[in-house]
């Protein structure tokens, strides 16, 4: 591996032992092997499913059965290359794309490697994310950012990943209308990214408002408080639904609140099963389909922010250090939080 001269040899770790559990180790700076970059962690975003890990120890099928590493939003400066990699990549600001698909599957050569059954996702068991001093990548995934992209912005390029792969999949385009289910950071991503697609109309509903008040700074062009009235209710008639509540309640009002031959995408993870109208569906010959992750959305991601067209910066409510990262993980108690960083280094 060709470095920068300066590189330690152990870092500083957050692991998660067990369910609430966290402890600091220091562990081996890993080595970039043929086709990998190592990367020095500059930022990391605090996402649902690592507070999911944190809480309950498992998301669905996926156990936290050995300590793990969280964290898979992330950034940070190019200090190590592999064999055939490069090295005038070191020193490069990169935004990480946290997967490694095995690039020879059936779905990896369809183009669709988010569905590689075979993936090595950052901080998904037993895979180690990047709450820790130093990564490897692969090349390719380490995406090279501008100067004017912060390192926060940066890692937080995951999950409007997500809101990206999302808008694709709800065929937004100039003028369409889209329902947004939840305020959290994914809904308020999603309804910049709507805007930026060139959706003309974009209705975010959330039970909180100050969560309400938020979604109209980026991006909602009206909000709902679905208590007081629901969505299905008010002929909303939108070309997408897109939930990102995974609330049961609100799934079944948006597929209700979408017109004929409309799309409904389920993003939210909370029930893992629910009943859905069914015939409503058939009647309308509604689109109602889920994502996983993302496939080649990082460029789209950078320009969105470079382009000023999607603000990532505003989203950061909380900074924590290695030290603090149960703190970061239980920030989302506060409904005025949104995003939490975590700095390893
Ligand atoms: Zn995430
Ligand atoms: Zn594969």
Redesign the pocket.
């Given at each position: 591996m060709a470095s920068s001269p300066t590189l330690p040899t152990t870092m500083r770790t957050s692991v998660l032992l067990k369910q609430q559990e966290l402890t600091i180790e220091d562990r081996p700076v890993p080595t970039a092997r043929a086709g990998e970059v190592l990367v020095e962690v500059a930022a990391v975003g605090v996402c649902g499913s690592d507070v999911h890990y944190y809480r309950e120890g498992r998301i669905g099928d996926f156990i936290v059965d050995a300590p793990l590493v969280l964290g898979h939003e992330l950034s940070g400066t190019i200090v190590g290359v592999g064999v055939d990699v490069d090295p005038a990549r070191i020193g490069e600001r990169v935004a990480v794309e946290p997967q490694r698909?095995?690039?020879?599957?059936?779905?990896?050569?369809a183009g669709r490697?988010n569905?590689?059954?075979?993936?090595e996702f950052y901080a998904t068991p037993p895979i180690d994310g990047a709450f820790c001093g130093y990564v490897t990548i692969q090349t390719e995934f380490a995406h090279a950012i501008p100067d004017s992209v912060s390192f926060e912005a940066a890692a937080l390029l995951e999950p409007l990943s997500v809101a990206i792969a999302s808008i694709r999949k709800a065929q937004i385009v100039p003028g369409s209308s889209i329902l947004i289910a939840g305020a959290g950071p994914i809904g308020i991503i999603t309804a910049q990214t709507a805007r930026a697609f060139g959706a003309s109309e974009i209705i975010v509903s959330d039970l909180i408002a100050a969560k309400r008040q938020r979604a109209l700074k980026f991006g909602a062009t009206r909000v709902i408080d679905p208590v007081a009235e629901d969505p299905a209710t008010l002929g909303l008639d939108v070309n997408a639904f897109i939930d990102a509540s995974g609330s049961a309640r609100a799934v079944d009002s948006g597929i209700r609140s979408v017109r004929p031959a409309g799309t409904v995408v389920l993003v939210g993870l909370g029930n893992p099963e629910m009943i859905l109208p069914v015939s409503h569906i058939q009647n309308l010959e509604i689109t109602v389909t889920g994502i996983f992750r993302y496939v080649d959305t990082w460029p789209t991601a950078i320009h969105l922010v470079a382009s000023g067209q999607v603000d990532l910066d505003s989203l950061v409510t909380g900074k924590f250090d290695l030290e603090h990262v149960a703190e970061a993980l239980d920030s989302d108690r506060n409904d005025d939080s949104l995003k939490s960083i975590v700095y390893p280094n």
């Open positions: 698909p095995c690039r020879l599957c059936r779905e990896c050569r490697y569905l590689c059954s075979k993936m």
